[in-house]
């Protein structure tokens, strides 16, 4: 195969990121697992989207940079990895769709946004501070008639902000990972 026909099966243009190839691939393999697809050849289209998938992922800088670092990367797959890959590919189309899901290959799929990282800790930080002024300004300005404000509605928000806050720095966290793990493959 060719590294166009690699995109097509996944669906995909040349000049794709990574984040898109990882989103078809795990729209295409949910799509082709043979534990969900009843299709006869479900077992080989989930086989050639993983070795798609694998090629385009593990070369992706490669490919992008000249003819040569392209043609070096082809034959390097067709020596080593493409065997290995179909291989690998087998076992997960023949596991159910669960277990391939708890796979480590299947987990290298995930996308860490940058932009929703940062949006995360912006709306977790806009919790916190208008649960913290919005409780002090009613306790400093109360309304006529009407009672104090609700302690457990003032530490649930605090409890939803720190919520937000955490998750936020958990993506974070493997976003960083996620980023390091890429450097290091190039």
């Known amino acids: ?3 166009t026909d690699y ?3 996944l669906g995909l243009q040349a000049n794709s990121s990574i984040d898109e190839i990882k989103k078809a691939y795990r729209k295409k393999a949910r799509l082709c ?3 969900i697809n009843p299709a ?3 077992k080989d289209q989930f086989i050639c989207i993983t070795e798609a998938y694998d090629f385009l992922i593990s070369n992706h800088e490669k490919i992008k940079t ?3 670092a392209y043609q070096e ?3 390097d ?3 080593y990895r493409q065997d290995r890959s179909r291989k690998r590919a087998t076992v997960y189309a023949r596991a159910s769709y669960v277990t391939f899901k708890k796979s480590k290959f299947y987990k290298t799929t995930r996308i860490f946004d940058g932009t929703s990282i940062i949006f995360s800790f912006v709306v977790s930080i806009m919790v916190l501070a208008y649960t913290v002024y919005g409780y002090n300004f009613r306790l400093k300005h109360p309304i006529p008639g009407m009672e104090k404000p609700s302690v457990f509605a003032f530490i649930m928000l605090l409890m939803l ?3 937000f806050f955490v998750v936020s720095l958990i993506y974070l966290k493997a976003y960083q990972e996620t980023s390091r793990k890429q450097k290091n493959k190039s």
């Open 1 to 3: 195969m060719t590294i």
């Open 7 to 9: 995109y097509k099966i």
């Open 33 to 35: 697992h043979p534990d």
């Open 40 to 42: 006869p050849d479900a």
């Open 66 to 68: 000249d003819e040569q």
């Open 73 to 75: 990367a082809m034959e």
């Open 77 to 79: 797959w067709r020596k």
């Open 161 to 163: 902000g720190m919520l």
